[in-house]
C-alpha cells in the first residue's frame, strides 16, 4: 500500500509539471489584448530611445498622449491579461502582467539594440506620432496586423499551432 501511495504521489508530481500540463491558448480577445500592450510597450521603447521624431517632434511627449488618449482600451487590455492569468496560473496575476510587459519592452529593446540607434530610429520613429494621431479603428487594424505576424506567447486557441502542441 505504501508503495502504491508513493507511486501515486510521484505520478500526480509528474504529471503536474508544465511540460505535462495543457498547453495554454489566447482567446480572439486575449489575443488582441496581449498585441495591444505589445504595441504599447514598442512605441514607448522607440519614444525613449529615439526622442525626437522626423519632423522634430517630442516622441515622449506624444507617447504619453497616445496612452493618455488610450487609457481605456489599454485598461482593458491589462484586465483582460490578468484575466487569463488568474485563470491559467496560481500566482499573482498582477505580477504575471508586469512580467508580460517587462518581456515586451526587453523584446523590443533588444530589436534597438541589434540595429544601430540611428537605423532603429529611421525605422520606428514616427511610428509613435503615428499612433498618438490614430483612430481607434487605425490602432485595432494595426494590432490585427500583429496577430497575423505571429508574434505572441501563446497561440490562438484552434490555430495550427495549439493543435500541435496538443499531439
Known sequence: MKILSALLVAALAFAATPA???????????????QLLRLHSELMVV????????????????????????????HGA?????????????????SHL??????????????????SAPAFCAAFRDDVVKYDAASRADIDNAVTHMEVADRSYEPLCGSKATEVAKR
Open 47 to 74: 519614444a525613449i530611445t529615439c526622442r525626437q521624431g522626423s519632423r522634430g517632434q517630442d516622441l515622449p511627449a506624444a507617447y504619453v498622449d497616445f496612452t493618455k488618449h488610450n487609457i481605456g482600451i489599454l
Open 98 to 115: 508586469d512580467r508580460l510587459r517587462t518581456l515586451l519592452g526587453n523584446e523590443f529593446g533588444q530589436e534597438s539594440a541589434d540595429m
Open 20 to 34: 505535462f500540463a495543457a498547453r495554454a491558448c489566447y482567446t480572439p480577445d486575449q489575443m488582441r489584448a496581449e
Open 78 to 94: 491589462e484586465q483582460t491579461m490578468i484575466g487569463y492569468y488568474r485563470t491559467h496560473d496560481r500566482g499573482d496575476p498582477t
